[in-house]
């Protein structure tokens, strides 16, 4: 395993500051002084509860889960007193050596002057710490909850997809997609994609700003039409063109991001690719364990499964045939081998993916192999760029650095929940400046890039 170093990570990282929340201006320190302790307040609740419903009889349970509670909010005092981030302690998992090293090339830094993306990660991993060391708590999901109740809660947004699912699977049995005009089929194709991009808009760590309304808003097929205006950067065209359009039984990669909602309209779009035979495979990077809020794990996936074919599940759901007809359809992808469940513990390291080449080159051998690889969600996006202050009209190629001449497809289906942002026309970030405000725009998850990157291509042909 790579050994990180200062001068390693100075040839791998952009060449531009990274976010840091240390800057009052930045959405970084926003989040790190408003949202974080927000958050880890919520796994103590969390862990509170789960202890609560536990047997009294399980005492050895109880007694490590209050002390594991007691750990976590020693964690929001040291954050939110801007303590020093403590080294990680072992759990037998390989990416903690790396933490560590980062944090040596970081010189031991406090949580008010640190990179965003290395602290944000480092909090997550610290969380999970707790359990991969516990005894009875090591798969014991805090944000299960959360995730779980946001899915219940979008039983309308669900049935819709279903339906237009169920009709398009029927559509497309009565006349071959081959005859289909490229035209449609190209609109079809921009329909999905738009589905897959804006299903990330409903990210549960953003909830505390989010209404209830504004989610079901931006689930609603309405919505989905109105926001194509609010991408800002959209190379949808290029992917069409230069690879959809004649891909045959094809493989494509999904780097998963959030459960719940999002994750049932990436199926939507995955099983979409399948129908239409453009994909024969897809493979679905999910994280390892709890991840960002809401990010998603394998029981996760299982868990969307099983709440789809539960009659009770959703309580606001008319059309269950549509919900019924799907879950097969998708069983059956899955359990055919169609649909491949892949997890790799780089996704829940700190590390950009400027870094990936050298750093996971067997999970890089593995995106190689695909005709594209599609990185869902914020949280990709600023590793895929490094979290960097690049100038907005950067290009995406530029900006993800070593990954880009390395033989990988990259599209990223990103709405806009951080600072950083590229691949804009000259002009635009300030246009959009004046009118939104700075921060607005780039954070509120209203506005999304589709950006790509053809690394299959031969520049020199
Ligand atoms: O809004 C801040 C944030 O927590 C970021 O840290 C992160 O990039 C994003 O939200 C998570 O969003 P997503 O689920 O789209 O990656
Ligand atoms: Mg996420």
Redesign the pocket.
């Given at each position: 395993m790579e050994t990180i170093t200062e001068s390693l990570l100075r040839s791998l990282d952009p060449p531009h500051p990274k976010y840091n929340n240390g800057d009052t201006s930045s959405?970084a320190h926003k989040?790190a002084s408003e949202?974080w302790p927000i958050i880890i307040t919520q796994v103590v609740d969390d862990l509170y509860r789960a202890v609560q419903n536990l047997d009294p009889s399980e005492t050895p349970k109880i007694d490590e889960g209050k002390r594991i509670i007691e750990s976590i909010s020693k964690l929001k005092y040291d954050e939110t007193h801007d303590r020093a981030l403590e080294a990680l302690q072992e759990d037998g998992r390989a990416d903690i050596a790396q933490y560590n090293d980062e944090l040596e090339t970081l010189k031991h830094p406090t949580w008010f002057n640190v990179p965003?993306l290395f602290s944000?990660c480092y909090l997550y991993r610290r969380i999970y710490l707790h359990m991969s060391r516990s005894q009875h708590w090591k798969s014991y999901d805090y944000f299960f909850r959360s995730k779980d109740s946001s899915f219940k809660s979008s039983g309308k947004a669900v049935e819709e997809l279903a339906v237009r699912y169920k009709n398009l699977v029927q559509d497309l049995e009565g006349h071959s997609y081959d005859k289909m005009a490229d035209q449609a089929k190209k609109l079809l194709f921009e329909e999905m994609s738009q589905i897959s991009l804006w299903g990330?808009a409903t990210?549960?760590?953003?909830l505390t700003n989010l209404s209830y309304e504004d989610m079901q808003k931006l689930q609603g097929a309405e919505a989905i039409k109105a926001s194509q205006k609010n991408v800002l950067a959209n190379d949808i065209d290029a992917v069409w063109n230069g690879v959809m359009k004649d891909l045959r039984h094809g493989r494509v990669d999904i780097v998963l991001?959030?459960a719940g909602f999002?994750l049932f309209a990436d199926l939507v779009f995955a099983t979409y690719l399948l129908e239409t035979q453009h994909c024969e495979t897809i493979v679905l990077h999910p994280k390892d364990f709890a991840w960002?809020?809401?990010?998603v794990t394998p029981r996760d996936v299982a868990h969307l499964f099983a709440c789809m074919s539960d009659e009770d599940y959703f309580t606001d759901v008319r059309n269950r045939e549509a919900l019924q007809f799907m879950t097969e359809r998708w069983m059956e992808h899955y359990s055919e081998g169609r649909i491949i469940i892949r997890p790799n513990a780089f996704w829940t390291t700190a590390h950009p993916y400027t870094r990936l080449p050298t750093l996971a080159p067997t999970l890089l051998a593995t995106l190689q192999e695909s005709d594209l690889v599609i990185f869902?969600?914020?949280?990709?996006?600023?590793k895929l760029v490094g979290d960097a202050a690049w100038p907005t009209t950067t290009p995406f190629s530029t900006a993800i650095g070593d990954l880009a001449g390395k033989d990988v497809r990259v599209l990223a289906f990103?709405?806009c929940?951080?600072d950083v942002c590229v691949g804009l026309p000259r002009g635009r970030a300030e246009q959009l400046d004046a009118e939104h405000g700075a921060l607005t725009w780039r954070?509120n998850?209203k506005f999304a890039v589709v950006s790509f990157h053809d690394g299959k291509l031969r520049r020199d042909s």
């Open positions: 959405f989040s949202r965003w944000e990330n990210d549960l760590s953003l991001d959030n999002e960002f809020v809401s990010d869902k969600g914020d949280l990709n996006f600023r990103r709405t929940k951080a954070t998850g």
